[in-house]
């Protein structure tokens, strides 16, 4: 007996800026098969060098912590995650090798300016 891979949907959302610094990605919905390929875009605007975040929230409960990069070049991973902090780029783009259907929730892609002490942000359901 043989079972077909089920479907990951994500969505994308913008959530806005504050005092200059932001992030962003597209707006919009986005469905995988199980297994596949997971990139979401997350490119910054900000003065200096934030600290980067990626939050998830699963459904009923609030966010929490996924990946956290300080610096240029930083690359953090979880539980199959990574994203690197580029900032010739300016982006923190989430990446997963192989997705699966628990990994259905929203993805928030942060920033926050120590010095200046601001933050944005922006999600993504999965």
């Known amino acids: 007996m043989s079972s077909s891979p089920g479907l990951v949907t994500v969505i994308l959302f913008l959530l ?4 200059g610094d ?3 990605q597209m707006d ?3 469905t995988l098969l199980e297994g596949a390929t997971l990139t979401v875009n997350c490119t910054y605007s900000a003065i200096g060098y934030p600290t980067l975040f990626w939050y998830v929230q699963y459904p009923g409960e609030g966010p929490q912590l996924l990946l ?3 610096k240029a070049n930083d690359k953090g991973t979880n539980e199959g995650f990574e994203a690197t902090y580029d900032a010739k780029t300016t ?6 090798a192989s997705v699966q259907e628990s990994d259905a929730a929203v993805y928030h892609c942060a920033l926050s300016d120590t ?9 993504h359901k999965l």
Request: hydrophobic share 30%.
């Open 115 to 123: 010095v200046r002490e601001t933050a944005g942000g922006a999600e």
């Open 28 to 30: 919009g919905q986005v």
């Open 16 to 19: 806005g800026q504050t005092r």
């Open 91 to 96: 982006s923190f783009h989430l990446e997963k």
């Open 22 to 24: 932001s992030v962003s």
């Open 68 to 70: 956290k990069a300080t």
